[in-house]
């Protein structure tokens, strides 16, 4: 055992002993442990002035508590987002970032703003609304009982310029990452040089990287690295929860919450033929208490037969490449059953919407559970483990150690030449457990597979 030991206490871990067991495989009982320090000893950064286990222990546990502290930030990010793109609260038309200055000119971000306090002083049953106001309660800011009565709009307005200048240095890395990467080197692709080290730890999520794991699970299959029927136990790291996207193409507010991947994966590997339709279980691995308390609520409302609804809007003027399109029109239909989408508003003019409500036994193979991929893993027995794992946009927000110490955590709950994939290039520890084993590369976009030795 790591000289760590095991703990099972804390976060998380209570409740979920309660939930009713549903699926073939729980993860019921698994231990969590921070990664073992005989396993790091030979990669830890000099600068950490780590000499032995006690010491990699209490810094695992400082770097976990400044990894979690970063989702107040994200979800504050996402404020910004709702405050330019939300239509939910508001009749104004929707600002993209690049039309800041004219929107405040014509003072349509001020009549935003104002729309935003008043949803905040009554929310109603808007859900967004009332996640922001405790949001943004717990930043001090009392949007009904303010003294000055101008302190939450001006809150708003500061958030959103502190969003708008971290976006400006963010545009300048990645232009930075993106003069390294070279059309004839695909793992070049990878390399997004970890460029949200340090920016909030954001929920967005969309249809994009699904995609993206759909193309790679078919090249795969296409190579004979994955066979049929051959997976039976996944874990989905991160997959988010779509509050509203920052991209204007793909912000929505007028839908319930949803999360995605760890559906849209499902269908994939039951449209490939990789896993069977009623074999597959799905461990959901997230540090965000909002995707644990999600996916939990879902699988409590299919425990009492109830399928889980998600909404699939595509703007018709966008060029979505047709394999896109494609993957669009099919996704849920070997999970669920199409039902009558939610009507947008009318500010939505182009908008073709699907909806699918995927069936309740298909949400109860899926069961989360809190942990953090940078320090902690699983430890399953080896029948237990994973034959693969995703996790797509979630690695870009850590540096190269932490992107080091993930890929070994992954590695542990995989079994022998299991795969995880990944849109992030993660420097291996020699001596590893996890090696880079290809790429597809989609359009500009590539996922690697790391395979487990
Ligand atoms: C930007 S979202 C990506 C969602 C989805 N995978 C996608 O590509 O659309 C990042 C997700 O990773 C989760 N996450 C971030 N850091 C994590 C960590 N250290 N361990 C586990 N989950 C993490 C976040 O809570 C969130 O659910």
Redesign the pocket.
Known sequence: MAIVGLWKAGRGHLSYLFIPFAAAFSLFGADREFTPYAGVKAVLPADLRITGGAQWLAWCRRQDGA?RAR?DQGDLDSIANFLLLGTSFTKQPRIPMDQMTAASKSGILRARVDDLVAGLRNPGENERLLFAQCLLRRQGIDPEGSRDPRRPGVFLYNNLLRVMNEEIRLGERIAQAQKLMRPDDPASLLNRSSAFRDRG??????I??DFLIEQTLRDLKVRGLLREGQIARIA??????DFIDKNEQYAYDYYPQQT??PFALYDSLVRLGLAKNDGLSVSI????SR?IEHIRGARERAAKGAGYVIQLPREVSRPWPPELIAFWKSLGDQVGLAVPPIRPPEIFGGLEVRAVSIRPEVVRACESVD?????ERLNLAAGERFDLIV????FV??DAFQQTL?LENAGAMLKPNGLLLTNDRLPEAPGGSMHLAGITVVGNNAVGWYRKQ
């Not at 942990?371 to 320090?375: Q, T, Y």
């Open positions: 990894i989702l730890v954001s929920l967005d999520t969309g994009q990287p989905v790291v991160g997959p988010g929860l995605l991947q691995l997230d540090i965000s995707v942990l953090d991929i940078v320090l996790g797509t946009n979630i927000y850590y993930a």
